[in-house]
């Protein structure tokens, strides 16, 4: 069975801190892309990933970085926390156009 | 500026009755449209899809219509059941992309 896994469900971080989101896919999928959820807005895609190295930005790049170091695992990171990142985060990955397989997502809460 | 919009934040149905939600695009650069339905906790997964060649496509009891020139699809559930009860969203690709743009999100709630 398909699974993308997402390191945290809740993290709860202070204003500067740097932020690091892990995501692990079992699927051997190239494309991994990470999306934040907002209430009216959707999903936003921050930045994407179509083989190990190589990154894309996405819509709302600013304030993020990525990291692919190898096929499986897909990492965001905040560099340095702000309260408008409070936010529910989605990893996802996929092989297909636009079938994308999620985790179950991280609230990250910045104070 | 929302290139997928979902106007219809939430939407009540009763059991048994038919449950449409709808989308509207602008950008005709789209050619593949996406739904995916979203539980509290979970990610949102893969429901259903339409190439822009076609103007239906049926899985069981979910059908997307799509309607070029409108830009506008709709998702129909019939019969709708309590377990359909879920935030769906709307989403977009465009030839060759690889990037699905993502509307709001309509809240379907299934009373029985």
């Known amino acids: 069975d398909v699974k993308v896994t997402q390191s945290s469900r809740y993290l709860v971080k202070r204003t500067g801190e740097k932020v690091f989101l892990e995501c692990v896919q079992d699927m051997d999928h190239e494309n991994m892309f990470w999306y934040r959820q907002d209430p009216g807005l959707g999903l936003r895609l921050i930045y994407f990933?179509?083989?190990?190295?190589?990154?894309e930005k996405g819509d709302i790049p600013e304030g993020y970085s990525v990291s692919r170091e190898k096929k499986e695992r897909f990492s965001l990171i905040l560099e340095s926390a702000s309260t408008n990142q409070t936010s529910m985060y989605l990893c996802a990955s996929s092989i297909d156009r636009g079938r994308l397989f999620f985790g179950s997502g991280t609230q990250l809460s910045v104070l | 500026d929302q290139q997928v919009k979902q106007n219809s934040p939430s939407l009540s149905v009763q059991e048994g009755r038919i449950s449409i939600l709808n989308c509207d695009y602008t950008n005709s650069m789209f050619d593949y449209f996406l739904w995916y339905k979203k539980y509290p906790a979970e990610g949102p997964t893969f429901l259903i899809s339409i190439s822009s060649i076609k103007d239906k496509n049926e899985d069981g009891r979910f059908t997307v219509f799509l309607n070029k020139s409108a830009k506008h699809l709709s998702l129909h559930i019939v019969p709708s059941q309590p377990g359909d009860s879920a935030v769906y969203f709307c989403?977009?690709?465009?030839?060759?992309?690889?990037?699905?743009?993502f509307g709001a999100g309509t809240i379907l709630r299934v009373k029985s």
């Open positions: 990933s179509y083989d190990v190295k190589m990154k």
């Open positions: 989403a977009a690709l465009m030839e060759y992309g690889n990037k699905l743009v």
